[in-house]
């Protein structure tokens, strides 16, 4: 069956960086795409940015652009989201969610997510 | 950026009642909303797609109207499994903008 495992959480400090994987299995990693989005406590979501499996190619929303990196690694069917210069209100749970390359009409299946906490 | 409106944000309910939400965008987005239902702790579950297609294992008690800038979602007789937050997003272009969320709670 289609699953997408993402890592464990994470507390890092005020500046510091983390990367937050996604490991999917039950079907073909290159033929679905992957965005990011992030939940703060008590808070609705917001969408980070997009990742193209096939080709590498992203599209990365202007608040986080220069600040995020996203990766895939194709031998492992595990894709990566990378946060650098982390403040106090980037403290939120990340979940990675499956879509559509071409045509994308929802996330149809989600990581559990990933809390990352920022404190020093 | 498309700014998506939903409303109530809260709504007080009870078992066997029928619930709507709205969902409103700040420019026409055809058809390309999705439905999502949030449990305390848990990740997202979908819904409802494309406004109105019933995603695969989802109750039929739950759809989807609308196209453009209005759309609704029913859960046309609440069941105790259902109190939970709901969110509606947008898919007609980047970057993909959610609603605030509904919670619907028991009255």
């Known amino acids: 069956q289609v699953q997408v495992v993402q890592s464990g959480g994470e507390v890092q400090k005020p500046g510091a960086s983390v990367k937050v994987s996604c490991k999917a299995s039950?079907?073909?990693?290159?033929?679905?795409?992957f965005s990011w989005v992030r939940q703060a406590p008590g808070q609705g979501f917001e969408w980070m940015g997009w990742?193209?499996?096939?080709?590498?190619?992203?599209n990365y929303a202007q608040k986080f652009q220069g600040r995020v990196t996203m990766t895939t690694d194709t031998s492992t069917s595990t894709a990566y989201m990378e946060l650098r210069s982390l403040r106090s209100d980037d403290t939120a749970v990340y979940y990675c969610a499956r879509e559509k390359i071409d045509s994308a009409d929802a996330f149809h299946v989600w990581g559990q997510g990933t809390m990352v906490t920022v404190s020093s | 950026d498309i700014q998506m409106t939903q409303s109530p944000s809260t709504l007080s309910a009870s078992v066997g009642d029928r619930v709507t939400i709205t969902c409103r965008a700040s420019q026409s987005i055809s058809r390309w909303l999705a439905w999502y239902q949030q449990k305390p702790g848990k990740a997202p579950k979908l819904l409802i797609y494309q406004a109105s297609t019933l995603e695969s294992g989802v109750p039929s008690r739950f759809s989807g109207s609308g196209s453009g800038t209005e759309f609704t979602l029913t859960i046309s007789s609440l069941q105790p499994d259902d109190f939970a937050t709901y969110y509606c997003?947008?898919?007609?272009?980047?970057?993909?903008?959610f609603g605030q969320g509904t919670k619907v709670e028991i009255k």
């Open positions: 039950g079907y073909t990693f290159t033929t679905y795409a």
């Open positions: 997003q947008q898919f007609n272009n980047y970057p993909r903008t």
């Open positions: 990742l193209n499996t096939n080709n590498g190619n992203t």
